[in-house]
């Protein structure tokens, strides 16, 4: 396999002549999750560093064996009796050892101190659709980011240190993050990107590449049954018979040549942290496919930024009570576009994601929350319809709604933008993964229907050696994730995987 972090760019070449090679690991996604999961796995290792833990009885835990990795020791142990905003308690141990009281607003040195031992390596390979930040490349240029940025930083690399480095590189002499010590997402995904070559795990990612397929091998067979001859040529892959192997497909784009080359890697572990907005929701009603309706907000901008819609044009109607509904209300308010906003419940629902956000830290989603329950009252260019649901969109742009009555309205619009969330591309797992899902029978959501894992080591309940990380398990926030890459990592260090031979095609 050849690779290039710093490129755009990057092949997944042959490791042996028939298209096979083998590695301990595969993680697909290289997000904030994965990224993390792979600089535990080159051998960085999370040990107490003695700082003294406000909660006692952790801090008694951390006593007991503070000479082993915190990977090496019992994590249902040590997380037993924590509390805070994740589901996972492996994700609350690590953020109470590498964020101390952050729920406090406070900004405490980490417990965590970090040693490197190439001999603790387990080989792995990442891989992404694109370049290592995940979804943080693609997401909007003009956002802030929801989190503190200081909870946007991986294990290793202080993410303020590294903001203020860029910025006099840049000469930005302010060094200081924006509203409220929020950070701009432009920022975020280069922190990402930079994290990979910096931290030195560049070798294991791949980017460019579509997974295609997993598929677990039982009793893997790479000798012919009746003339016992080698199916695999290389010698390295024919001790695999027999193995219990994951066979994972797919295709590297070449994006100089414009063509994709097919890949097949055999791996005894698979761990997906693919993220869960790869996908758009969609209301499926008729007419959701007219050129007017949109599904992200990158699109509404480009319709605003071309002029194509002005202030005196027809509304824009956004459909959606989330954060990025209220990013696209901010978007359109800022260059003057009338809004009608539609949602389906009313606008100071428990449920409510603006409802609970921190005024003061977060003051244009309050304005928002502010003209959700007042309208017009509060903004003459926004009117709210809650409690609607879209019943058409027309050809001529208009749009039909109902109330919670069955009273239908119809509005004319410039731009339909619907933000109701997504939803993960789960295509290469039999049945789209549902049967790794709590519910079977229905779609893969991080909300409703996450994958059903073991809380301790991530691993699934249903497939031994498939792991999940990341919003596929209900961690939707950089801070907590790191948890579960935290839990995948100690899992597979006390498996003892056997460290195989050489490849003798690494670095070709």
Known sequence: MANNVASSDCEIRCCCEIDHCYTQVVVIGNGPSGICLSYFLSGNWPYYNGKPHQLEFLQERLNENQTLSILEQDLEYLSNGLE????????????????????????EESCLQWIYDKNKQIPHIVLGSGIPGGAWQKMDDTLLTLSLSN????????????????????????????????????????????????????????????????????????????????????????RLEGENMFEVKGLARHNDMGTEEPFCIFTPNVVIATGTSDYPNRLNVSGENL?????????????????????????????????????AIIFAQNNNIPVTHAFRRKSNNKGQPLRNLPKLLYPEYNKIYTMMNSGPESNTNYLNLPQHTIVEFRPDRTVVLQDLNGNQTSVKVSHACVLIGSKPKLDFLPNYGKSYSLHKNMLVSCKNNPLDVDPYTMESNVEPSLYAIGPLVG??????????????????????????PPSPFRGQ
């Open 151 to 238: 909870w946007m930083e991986l294990p290793g690399m202080e993410f303020k240190k590294w903001l203020q480095e860029t910025r006099l590189g840049q000469g930005d002499n302010s060094g200081q993050t924006d509203n409220g010590n929020r950070a701009k997402v432009t920022e975020v995904a280069q922190y990402y990107k930079d994290y990979v070559q910096h931290m030195g795990l560049g070798e294991n990612f791949y980017s460019n590449v579509t997974v295609t397929s997993v598929k677990k091998l039982t009793g893997m067979r790479v000798i012919n049954s009746e003339n016992g001859e080698p199916e695999i040529a290389c010698q390295r892959c024919r």
């Open 84 to 107: 805070g905003r994740s589901s996972n308690p492996v994700s609350l141990l690590f953020d109470n050892l590498h964020h101390p009281n952050a729920d406090l607003g406070l900004e």
């Open 291 to 327: 050129n007017y309706v949109s599904h992200n907000l990158k699109k509404l901008e480009e319709t605003i930024m071309n002029e194509e819609i002005c202030a005196s044009s027809d509304p824009v109607l956004i459909v959606g009570a989330g954060l990025s509904a209220a990013d």
């Open 475 to 500: 961690d939707n926030f950089v801070r907590f994730l790191q948890g579960g890459a935290l839990a995948v990592a100690s899992n597979l260090i006390q498996k003892k995987i056997p460290t195989p």
